[in-house]
């Protein structure tokens, strides 16, 4: 009898009632077709939002955008970077292309988040409130700050997506929040990176943004094959829905620590595929050339901005002389069959 009750008590630790389990995202509106969209790109020249003067918090890197509108006025919480930690700060822009900042906004505080990182994150506004889900610690976790104004923040007590158990794809770290609400739930893309430092995406799912599960099935998208453009790594999703499918733009990287924005599609938000035949969004300009990064996306109708990073610099994680460019993804109905 002891046994069974051992049994049914590790059942219950590994089914689910909030750590992991099976689902879906919602169906996207429309009737999808069986071909992909035909897809092309439109890419601002300059960075619309550069990094600061010597000595200022984003001098080194200007990076992660994350654009929200509100009220009429774009919000854009992007990572800032000045040789010594990572913060976010703000900009607001009538147009998406001219920005006025703001200042740094939130910065390390909590014991959990250590003193170099809380940022990288993304941003919803419900019901009035900003919440914005970071990246902070060591490992890697993501925590949760709310604002009435974008200005005054207010932060959960702890992370509230951890790590993984032992042995599993996110064990070393969790990152790269992306968040989107569909009927009444939230759902979560984030990076994860296991014990060989393997970095793929996963999905998650909360009623209120704050108490996670974690799909059951992850990871959601692996690595590419050998001596493709996600060969080494990715990062960074933004997901959205548009011509009867969910579509996902993210970060790959190869060996040389080159980065391109990729194209994924999926019927179910679990199951995704590459679309190979979409371009990519790669540096054309000097201040771009080696990483295009950090994708955060506003829809309207056939037409996607995109917000991303970009440096000209091939490092890992920081002094890239990183900067926020603007691209718009068209995506035309007039259909390629594939």
Sequence with gaps: MK???????LAAMLTGCGNYADFRLPPPPGRPSSSIPAVRWEVLPSPVLARGPAGDWDSVDALNPSVVRYRGLYHNLYSGFDGRAWRTGLATSQDGISWVKH????????????DYMAANGAVLVVAGEFL????????????????????????QAGPVLATGPRGSWDERGVADPWVSRIGGLFYMYYLGQDRARRQRLGLARSPDGVRWEKLRSNPVLELGPMGSFDEAGLGEPAVWTSHGRHWMLYTGRD???NRRVLLAGSRDGVHWERVPEA????GNQAWNSKVVCDPSVEVDGDTVRVWFGGGDQARPDERLNGQIGLAL???SPAEAAR
Excluded: F, H, V
């Design 3 to 9: 046994r069974c009750l051992l049994c049914a008590a």
């Design 103 to 114: 200042g740094p906004m939130i910065s390390t505080s909590a014991s959990w988040e250590g």
């Design 132 to 155: 914005y889900w970071y990246q902070a610690g060591s490992p890697p976790r993501i925590g949760l700050a709310r604002s009435r104004d974008g200005r005054g923040w207010s932060k």
């Design 255 to 257: 060996r040389g620590e």
């Design 279 to 282: 371009p990519r969004l790669a």
């Design 329 to 331: 993804l068209r995506m």
